[in-house]
């Protein structure tokens, strides 16, 4: 950066960032935020809603942690604003950018008096997220970049007061960004410009995820040296798809299986383990720390990612860099990672008998650590975090103009 060049400076709003008490809840968002952070050539703040629930509700699994959130917060250098919102039961789900945008105004006001009048809008997730930061935009004459990540486009839009909402501030953006391919097509089909979709996938930290020695993984875990493992990671809901892998561990005989995470399915596929009779071949891990994956991607033979939906799924790449392969279901972006044999195997459909079937073709034809790491090493983060700074910069010179050519003062 020049000696006279101004970073460009922009305020990142989603319910998608983590905090000190979901300290791996939208992780990907704050990478992303971090990497971009890393070039000297931005800064930012950010405005990270949370429903309201009361102090009261302590008992109350997730409700718990979005009453214990903390309404300001320091994370990683970056200040990080939890204004709260009502989410009203039933029509919540329409009623929700609205409430959203109210909710956040006071801070962002606020962000603006003490001197932070920030250039853009960065939002992630277009519903009800994108849709908000949309109305914040023309009520404070900003620009806007709105980025899709999954379900936001792969299942909400057929719902149809919010696909209308979602195309609405798909027309206002000055740019919408897809993490994989397939999201920005779905965003296409829906009728928006394509000439304002850009592709800009998640990277992964090579740093952070690296190969650790198989053998000294699985003594720091505790873990059998000639055992064979297959990891599950992320949030225990029906959508990640941990039921089938431990369904398929039934047809697997000597498989062990980690799960790595926590969430309101636990119960049921402890249950379920119990029913098949694999309880005792499946470790229960509950959430591991972000700078703690990297063993236990090292340590397992393959990680399985049995998706229902998936934008850009994050702990594909993390896996491979740290030389461990995948099998994953054929779904939205995950093609677009697991596109070589040294990257793994896609399952023929999202079934335990075709995740037996990946493993065993894996399994015949294993790709030796090195090259797996070395298709991740294709995923790093540099080429994304330029093109989005050269998606933001064309955004708010475009805007700038438009501006100009209406008559409106800079600054306005």
């Known amino acids: 950066m020049s000696m006279n060049q101004k970073p460009l ?25 971090r990497e971009l952070l ?58 929700a950018p609205y409430a959203m945008a109210l909710a956040a105004w006071r801070s962002i006001r606020r962000l603006q008096r003490e001197g932070f009048d920030f250039d853009l809008i960065d939002a992630h997730y277009y519903y009800p997220d994108g849709v908000a930061a949309g109305l914040l935009a023309k009520w404070l004459g900003k620009p806007l970049v709105v980025t899709a990540r999954g379900t936001d486009l792969n299942l909400i839009p057929d719902y149809p007061f919010p696909r209308r909402l979602i195309l609405r501030t798909a027309a206002q953006a000055g740019a919408s ?7 920005m097509d779905r965003l296409r089909e829906l009728g928006a410009d394509g000439s304002r979709l850009h592709t800009l996938r998640n990277g ?45 561990l039934a047809h697997l005989p000597g498989l062990q299986l980690l799960i790595a995470g926590s969430g309101p399915e636990e119960r049921a596929l402890k249950e379920l383990a119990e029913r098949v009779g694999v309880s005792q071949r499946v470790r229960w891990l509950g959430v591991v720390a972000q700078q703690d994956l990297k063993w236990w991607y090292s340590a397992a033979d393959a990680l399985v990612l049995g998706s229902s939906r998936e934008g850009w799924a994050n ?7 740290c030389g461990t392969p995948v099998i994953a279901t054929n779904i939205w972006g995950t093609p677009e990672v697991v596109s070589t044999p040294s990257a793994g195997v896609l399952m023929a459909d999202r079934t335990p008998q075709a995740l037996v079937q990946a493993w065993h073709e894996l399994m015949a034809a294993q790709p030796t650590r090195t090259a797996t790491r070395h298709h991740a090493e294709q995923f790093s983060w540099a080429a994304t975090t330029q093109g989005q700074i050269d998606v933001f910069n064309r955004v708010i010179e475009h805007h700038a103009a438009a501006m100009a050519a209406a008559g409106v003062p800079r600054g306005s």
């Open 177 to 183: 960004i897809g993490v994989c391919q397939a999201l």
């Open 38 to 95: 890393k070039t000297g050539l931005v800064q930012a703040r950010v405005v990270a809603p949370v429903p309201w629930f009361p102090s009261t509700a302590t008992r109350f699994g997730e409700y718990a942690s979005f009453a214990a959130t903390p309404r300001h917060e320091e994370r990683n250098g970056v200040t990080v604003e939890h204004p709260r919102y009502l989410l009203l039961p039933k029509v919540g789900m329409n009623l």
């Open 315 to 321: 702990v594909l790449l993390e896996s491979m860099a």
């Open 204 to 248: 992964v930290d090579l740093e952070r995820f690296r190969p650790e020695p198989l053998a000294q993984a699985r003594e720091r875990l505790g873990l059998a040296q000639d055992g064979q493992y297959l990891l599950s990671v992320g949030h225990l809901i029906e959508r990640k798809g941990h039921h089938i892998a431990i369904e398929a």
């Open 9 to 33: 400076r922009i305020l990142l709003f989603s319910t998608l960032y983590p905090s000190a008490v979901r300290p791996v809840h939208g992780i990907f968002v704050e990478t992303r935020l």
